[in-house]
Structures are given as structure tokens and as C-alpha cells.
């Protein structure tokens, strides 16, 4: 089967200071890609990143970097520098032919 | 530069009646793909419409059907609804012929409460 786990239901981080977000998947493809999304609770699926499984480089978009490890399956999130803009659902997703989304991970960023 | 709509935002139905919601992608987009989102939940893919086709399906009753129009909006229909049917429902759309093919755009939703 292939699945999604985000192993973290709930995190909390202060503003300013750095979250890192897991993410692990199960596939026996070779070709895929990864997103994270981001769901505020006003509930839009919001893209942060993607990436693909046969670049070697991690993706980065301004604050948001990953640390994708192909052959440990995992795909985790940091988000640096954290706002409050940023608390929200937080869903690590796959895509070998359909997309596959974790069950997700709370964020929220305190004051 | 137009983003994913869907409508309507909210439905409340009873059960074993039908429902149809409806999706735009966007602008410039040709792809739109159907997902169900239970409360606490990630979202689960129920199929993807291309050049009015079905083109992908997940794990979802025939009760699920949907259709693709030539101006590339979509409809979701659900038959003989179940309390279990109760979500939000997602549209995202993506652009087959780019280079960015597999990045969905997701809209707002339609919150669908069977009763």
C-alpha cells in the first residue's frame, strides 16, 4: 500500500523560532513527488513546497525547506523563522500516480 | 489571475437524496481532481477529469461520478447519500501540458452535511 504518515498530530513552536515537521511514506515507486500543504483554518489547501523524487537537492522556498531522504523515505518540513501566519494543519502529501495525503500535523505558533 | 472556485460553500442534504457540486479551475488550467476531506483527516482522492474523461479513480463507490465540461469545470455527484458522506469536498486543478503537471491548486471547498 502506498501511504502517508505524519507521526506528529499536534506541534507548537514560539514565534521566530524553527519547527520541523515529519514525514514518512511507504512506495515502491522510483518516480513520485512530494508536497506539503498548508490548511489555515479559513480551510484553503494551500501549497508550501514540493519536491521531486529524482532531484538529490532539498527544495526551499523562502522559510520552508525540506529534508527529503529517498532512501529512508522521509520528507520532513522546516519552517524557520516561524510567524504566526504560519500556525494551521500541515499535510505531507505523494504523488506516484494519484495523490496520497497524511492525516496531518496542527501547527500553531505562539506569541 | 483567477484561482480554483467552488460552489456551493455549504450544503445540508438528508439521507438517500443526491448532490452536485461544482468546480472552475484555474485560469489556464485543464485538469481537476476530487477529493473527500472527513473532519480530523487528510484528504482522500476520489477521481481526476481530463479532456472530459475520467482519467484516475480512487476508492470510492460507484454512488461517486462526476463530469468534465469542454470549459474544463467539473461536477461532483453523489447518489443515495449516506451519513458517512458527510466531508468537505475539495477541487483542485493542475495543467497537464506544463512542466509543473503535478502540482494540484486546491479551492475553498463545499462543506456537504447529510443528515
Known amino acids: 500500500a502506498q501511504t502517508v504518515t505524519q507521526s506528529q498530530p499536534e506541534m507548537s513552536v514560539q514565534e521566530a523560532e524553527t519547527v520541523t515537521l515529519s514525514c514518512t511514506y511507504d512506495?515502491?515507486?522510483?518516480?513520485?513527488?512530494l508536497f506539503w500543504y498548508k490548511q489555515p483554518p479559513s480551510r484553503q489547501m494551500i501549497l508550501v513546497i514540493r519536491?521531486?523524487?529524482?532531484?538529490?537537492q532539498n527544495a526551499t522556498e523562502n522559510r520552508f525547506s525540506v529534508n527529503f531522504q529517498k532512501a529512508a523515505k522521509s520528507f520532513s518540513l522546516k519552517i524557520s523563522d516561524s510567524q504566526l501566519g504560519d500556525t494551521a494543519m500541515y499535510f505531507c502529501?505523494?504523488?506516484?500516480?494519484?495523490?496520497?495525503f497524511g492525516a496531518g500535523t496542527r501547527l500553531t505558533v505562539k506569541p | 489571475d483567477a484561482g480554483v472556485t467552488q460552489s456551493p460553500t455549504h450544503l445540508i442534504k438528508t439521507r438517500g437524496q443526491q448532490v452536485t457540486l461544482r468546480c472552475s479551475p484555474k485560469?489556464?488550467?485543464?485538469?481537476v481532481s476530487w477529493y473527500q476531506q472527513a473532519l480530523g483527516q487528510g484528504p482522500q482522492f476520489i477521481f481526476q477529469?481530463?479532456?472530459?474523461?475520467?482519467?484516475q479513480r480512487g476508492n470510492f463507490p460507484d454512488r461517486f461520478s462526476g463530469h468534465q465540461f469542454p470549459n474544463y469545470s467539473s461536477e461532483l455527484n453523489v447518489n443515495a447519500l449516506l451519513l458517512g458522506d458527510s466531508a468537505l469536498y475539495l477541487c483542485?486543478?493542475?495543467?497537464?501540458?506544463?512542466?509543473?503537471?503535478?502540482?494540484?491548486?486546491f479551492g475553498p471547498g463545499t462543506r456537504l452535511l447529510v443528515l
Open positions: 512506495t515502491s515507486e522510483n518516480n513520485y513527488y
Open positions: 519536491q521531486e523524487a529524482y532531484k538529490q
Open positions: 485560469s489556464g488550467h485543464d485538469t
Open positions: 483542485a486543478s493542475s495543467l497537464v501540458t506544463s512542466g509543473d503537471q503535478e502540482t494540484q491548486y
Open positions: 502529501a505523494f504523488k506516484p500516480n494519484d495523490m496520497r
Open positions: 477529469y481530463y479532456e472530459e474523461e475520467e482519467r
